[in-house]
């Protein structure tokens, strides 16, 4: 039952010491919010650890008390070239490749913790804790802390609703079941400032944000029957936007927010080689399918991968491979 599997992963968390917690990479609020979350428990249990994931924190996150001890590849890089870690928690990652470069970090015969809401996790690692239904790993999280036995504070309660906030789409998407309010209501009630947070991740932008959704509409391309609407942003908008990776976020959401746009796709090049997809659906579309397709996952209706190739090239393909799933 679903109350095992949370102790079993509580028993594990118990049994660390020095242990190391990822998240994927460029990590998302319910990424950094899922490390802090297993950091808190494990501080709570004086356990030793690092916190870590390939990219670091990303600037509107830093409200979120201990995110400044969150490390990223190349902040320790150095140090460690000899040393890895034979204890490892994995959240928020469908497969173990998605931590990225913080592999080099982990030994061969390490003990994985895996706890996770993809439906195309693989269920790597020791002890696995996949729940399909739940909106946010921070989710399960929440129930685990309920199976712990520890009390909740406002620290903690701000990093779970952080991470319900943001893989709901602010308790839009259809993840938001009644157990996700019945969370949020407790969460508020342990002293969480929805308002603030929401502020913070929901309504403001950055000014490189404006500046980037401005060129990525400029581009906004659609199929002859409108199903399917694009757009794309090349290194030069970076550079001359002054964007970071995370003022990325929400610019998929216009082509799908238009009415009678099924798919709405961003194409990211990252390097002469590869281009970044990002695929959101209206409902009809698997987008999890299509992405896993292409060496990527997710969930059905939001989805990524990355693809080697031009981008232009890139663009034909996922888009025709989108137009075969209408
Ligand atoms: P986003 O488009 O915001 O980067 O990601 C949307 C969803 O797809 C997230 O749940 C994310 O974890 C997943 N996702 C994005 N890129 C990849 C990828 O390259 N591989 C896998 N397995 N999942 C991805
Ligand atoms: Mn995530
Ligand atoms: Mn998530």
């Not at 709570?44 to 990303?58: A, S, Y």
């Not at 592999?103 to 804790?129: C, F, K």
């Not at 060129?215 to 942003?233: A, C, M, N």
């Amino acid at each position: 039952s679903y109350v095992v599997e949370l102790q079993k992963a509580c028993d594990f968390v118990r049994a660390c010491n020095n242990v190391l917690v990822v998240s994927h990479v460029q990590p998302d609020g319910d990424a950094i919010s899922s490390t802090l979350v297993i950091g808190w428990l494990l501080r709570r249990w004086n356990k030793t650890f690092k916190m870590v994931n390939e990219n670091g924190v990303p600037h509107r996150l830093r409200y979120l008390s201990m995110s400044e001890v969150v490390r990223s590849y190349a902040d320790e890089e150095e140090r460690h070239s000899q040393l890895t870690y034979d204890m490892v928690i994995c959240v928020d990652c469908a497969d173990y490749s998605r931590i990225g470069k913080i592999a080099q970090w982990v030994a061969q015969d390490a003990r994985i913790l895996n706890i996770d809401h993809h439906p195309t996790n693989d269920h790597y690692g020791e002890v696995a804790l996949i729940r399909e239904d739940a909106a946010a790993t921070a989710e399960i999280l929440f129930d685990m802390l309920q199976v712990s036995g520890e009390e909740l504070d406002s620290e903690v309660a701000t990093m779970l609703y952080t991470g319900i906030l943001t893989d709901t789409g602010g308790f839009r998407y259809s993840n938001t079941t009644p157990h996700v309010m019945a969370i949020a209501s407790q969460l508020l009630k342990h002293g969480v400032d929805g308002n603030d947070i929401a502020d913070r991740l929901l309504e403001k932008m950055s000014m490189p944000q404006v500046q980037l959704i401005k060129r990525g509409l400029s581009r906004l391309s659609f199929t002859p029957d409108q199903k399917i609407g694009w757009l794309y942003i090349s290194p030069e908008d970076m550079i001359d936007t002054g964007a970071l990776s995370e003022d990325l976020e929400g610019l998929v959401n216009y082509p799908r927010n238009i009415e009678g746009v099924e798919v709405g796709l961003l194409f990211k090049q990252v390097d002469e080689t590869g281009v970044k997809v990002s695929m959101r659906s209206a409902g009809t579309v698997n987008v999890a399918e299509i992405a896993q397709h292409f060496g990527g996952g997710g969930h059905v209706v939001a989805a990524g991968c990355k693809i080697n190739g031009q981008l232009h090239d890139v663009i034909t393909m996922v888009v025709e491979r989108v137009n075969q799933s209408l």
